[in-house]
């Protein structure tokens, strides 16, 4: 990889879009919150990072990864505030562990989801590339189901890392 390219923040300051993107499998108790799949994006410079649950099968966590993909970029070209989607998410999981949501919800499924549309149009992709990848979607959600939800600990990383600059899995803040 250049050097150009590990420099971080990129010397684009400002740039509303997306001029790169990152997609990581992590553990699945590094998360940020319980989740199998989120995505970080700072409209300042412009990336996208995913961040998937590693999976027994690669192929899950790339379903996972490109619903994270196609969700953010539908969001980034919406407009859809990602602190929004961080905060909206983070609340509906600590509504879940209250027994206020369903065990087998999907925050995006959720219609007051800022990001309600986006999420849907990305189940759709996911639910394609799983079946040309010759996944069984039950089987799928019953797989990703059985990933352990651990609660937050010190070195998950907190919404609030989120629109102050976050560097991609990786690379070092300069």
């Known amino acids: 990889m250049s050097p150009e390219l590990l420099k ?4 684009n300051p400002g740039v509303v879009g997306v001029v790169g993107v ?6 699945h108790k ?11 994006y700072d409209p300042s ?19 996972v990864a490109v619903h994270e993909l196609i969700e ?10 990602p602190k929004a989607v961080d905060e909206f998410d983070i609340a509906y999981e600590a509504r879940r562990a209250q027994g206020l949501e369903d065990e087998e919800s999907e925050p995006g499924d959720d219609v007051t989801a800022p990001y ?5 149009v990305a189940m759709v992709v996911e639910r394609l590339l799983a079946n040309e990848l010759g996944l ?3 089987t799928y959600n019953t797989n990703l189901g059985k990933l352990d939800e651990p609660p937050l600990d010190e070195t998950s ?8 600059g976050f560097a991609p899995v990786g690379v070092e803040n300069q």
Do not use: F, N
Request: proline share 6%; aromatic share 12%.
């Open 72 to 81: 953010a970029l539908l969001c980034v070209q919406h407009g859809v505030d």
């Open 30 to 40: 590094k998360h940020r919150y319980p989740t199998t799949g989120d995505w970080l």
């Open 22 to 27: 990152g997609i990581h499998t992590i553990e």
């Open 116 to 120: 309600y549309h986006q999420h849907q």
């Open 136 to 138: 069984h979607w039950p």
């Open 45 to 63: 410079w412009g990336y996208v990072e995913v961040r998937t649950s590693r999976t027994a099968d690669w192929r899950e966590s790339m379903c």
């Open 8 to 11: 971080y923040p990129p010397e």
């Open 157 to 164: 990383g907190t919404a609030e890392q989120v629109g102050k």
